[in-house]
Nanobody, 124 residues
Framework: QVQMVESGGGLVQAGGSLRLSCAAS????????MGWFRQAPGKEREFVAS????????YYADSVKGRFTISRDNAKNTMYLQMNSLKPEDTAVYYC?????????????????WGQGTQVTVSS
C-alpha cells in the first residue's frame, strides 16, 4: 500500500513557475514507477509525466515537454514536478500516482495508487 499527498499548488501568473511535491508513505516507494496526471474543469484526466523506479526513464506529454521536469528522491520517498513557463491552459488539479511501469502510466497500464490532488491555477 502506498499513500501519497501532493503539495505545492497555488495561483501563479502566466510565465511563472511552481514546484509540486508528492510525498509517499510506505517502504515500497522505490519499487513503483511514479507519475503526474491533471484534470481541468470539464475535461478528462490526462497524463502529464512519469518516471521510472530508479529515475532514469522519464516520459512527458507533448503539451508540457520542455517546460516541466519530473524527478524523484527515493531516500525521501518524494517525487517532484518542476513547472516552468506556465500557461493558463495548465490550470488543473494535479494528481500524483504510482504504478508498475513509467511507460505504462502514459496510458496502457492504469496507476495502482492515487493522491488526492493539488490545484494549480495560472492567470493570464
Amino acid at each position: 500500500q502506498v499513500q501519497m499527498v501532493e503539495s505545492g499548488g497555488g495561483l501563479v501568473q502566466a510565465g511563472g513557475s511552481l514546484r509540486l511535491s508528492c510525498a509517499a508513505s510506505g517502504r515500497t516507494f522505490s519499487s513503483y514507477a511514479m507519475g503526474w496526471f491533471r484534470q481541468a474543469p470539464g475535461k478528462e484526466r490526462e497524463f502529464v509525466a512519469s518516471i521510472s523506479e530508479s529515475g532514469v526513464l522519464k516520459y512527458y506529454a507533448d503539451s508540457v515537454k520542455g517546460r516541466f521536469t519530473i524527478s524523484r528522491d527515493n531516500a525521501k520517498n518524494t517525487m517532484y514536478l518542476q513547472m516552468n513557463s506556465l500557461k493558463p491552459e495548465d490550470t488543473a488539479v494535479y494528481y500524483c500516482n504510482a504504478g508498475p511501469s513509467a511507460a505504462g502510466l502514459r496510458g496502457t497500464t492504469p496507476p495502482k495508487y492515487w493522491g488526492q490532488g493539488t490545484q494549480v491555477t495560472v492567470s493570464s
